[in-house]
């Protein structure tokens, strides 16, 4: 009863007034920065644990993805091989061995590749003289279109354009019994066929079907190729996510003893996001080099670590590991937002209740 | 009769001698309801108090009778489901969260039970980290950490880490951490609950230190009827409700009969 007396009487002197309270100053962002960085320094220990975390996930990444650059590039190898291994046939058939043969090349236009690997294998069969034109290459005789066919058992012809700018009498002009290998079946020379001029294209029907049967392979494969990423892609999201959330989880406490001690919802956020962008970006950044490393070294030790190393596409490794960086980083920030969030907005009373 | 009276009255004013009136904190009618599921629990019900400026104050309870609830709603930690909390006068209920940030950070100085101190960062992290929050920058901080803890005892282990210190020192860079900011009031809740009886008596006679030195007002709650001698005033609490006002001196006979037991 007194007591009730009491208050009422006096409850008439306490209005509301702001001029005792001031405004908590907002932290610049350098300054939640060097928060968060000694913070990760701090307790370095959990922060690695975070980070293999983000490593895992990103190396699982970035290994499904080099084992596919990598094996593109090795399958591309072979191909390239066995069409060579064909091309080479084909002349065994025409010709016999190279042995002490003088041949020439023709190029007209781009050559490919898998030209290049025949001419380098005619090159080391032993020709006693092998004559080139358009076609630089150290063991090969540059000399005219016209020269060219002078006491040779073989011309080949090889490039990308549509037409060659010479007659097949002139490219074949001084050989005993005038043969052209063509890479394109449909080639056009200058003027007429002359007679006992034989002209064979590299490949023929038969190979045309195998590479068509090829791409429909290499359909198929893309498509698994696909899915593999997009599995191992959730399968770093998971393993980021859970990473960065038990992080900010297990430290509800801290975080209200940090709102207790004065510190704004805004700042508590940014410090967790702050700090698990350079947790994923560290971790990210090794997680990439591992991923790739390992899988070059588990396919070097497969296939031979120089095949490895000299049929990638370094282009698409680098932006693979690009891709891998960056999912990581925005992953890391996205798992924290959450969780930095929720802790954020508690009630500083029941963050120091929590025992996690 | 009449004298007794009007002596109960100035208390439940709080009114110094000079029947001034000079309060740092007021509570009106707080009541807190806790509701898990289908239960309702009243941690509070109905609790009016006025803190003088400089005041010891002591709140004794048993466990689960409201005395953390209490402290929670008077330190801005949590808001009331009813009543109100002034702070220097001002309705926290009124503050936006930077202003209620402020007031945590320099008005109110927390110590808990359980220390709560950062366990990762040494002693004298955990003490410039309030002075951090307020924009201090790190060198005067420092410089001012290292002179609260000299202050508290512990000058010589600012680079310990908490798990490296016994409960009484952690308690200390607790108290240290709370004086960070040179708040007006020190706000304890049980803060000799996990610490041997005598080095809860070196906490206490910590706090009576400050209290002369720095003049803070100091509001602690316990069940540990040591703490009571050097406290201005001792509020009874029990389920949610005060039963009692008293001062230590009416408190000698009881507490000479506990003793004597
Ligand atoms: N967050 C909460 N949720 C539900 N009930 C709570 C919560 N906090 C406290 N209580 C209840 O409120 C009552 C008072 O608790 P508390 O203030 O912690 O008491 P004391 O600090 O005096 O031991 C107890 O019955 C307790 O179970
Ligand atoms: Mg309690």
Redesign the pocket.
Known sequence: MKIAEHLEFSTFNFQSSMETIGTQVRLPFKRALAIAVSGIRIRLGRSLVTVSGVVLGIAFLMSNLTGQIVKTALSEEREQSQRVDMMMSLVNAEVGSLEDRTVAVAAFGRVTATDLAFVGRVNSSGPALFRAHGLDRSGLTAVSLQELGKDADLVFVMGDAASASISLQELTAGMASPLVLDTQADREYTGEVGDGIRREPFFGKQAEDMKEEAEVAARTERFRVTWILVISLLVTVVTVANALLMSVTERFREIGTMKCLGALSKFIRRLFLIESALIGMAGSVCGALVGAALTMVIYGAMYGFGKVLLSIHYGQLLLAAVVAVVCGSILSMAAAVYPARVASRMVPA?AL?STV | MKMEDKQLEQLFRGENEAGKLDHVIRAVDVRKV?T?GDSE?H?LAGVSLDVRRGEYLSIM?P???????FFNMVGGLDKPTEGKVYIDQVDIAQLDPYELAWLRCRKVGYIFQTFNLIQVMSCIENVTLPMAFAGMDSEEARDKGIEILERVGLGDRALHKPAEMSGGQQQRVAIARALANSPDILLADEPTGNLDLKTGQEIITLFSKLREELGVTIIT?THDLKMLKSSDRIVWIEDGLITRVSKPEDMQIELADIEGE
Not at chain 2, 63 to 69: C, L, M, Y
């Open positions: 029941d209740r | 806790y898990m629990t941690a309870g466990s689960g009778s409201g005395k953390s609830t709650a």
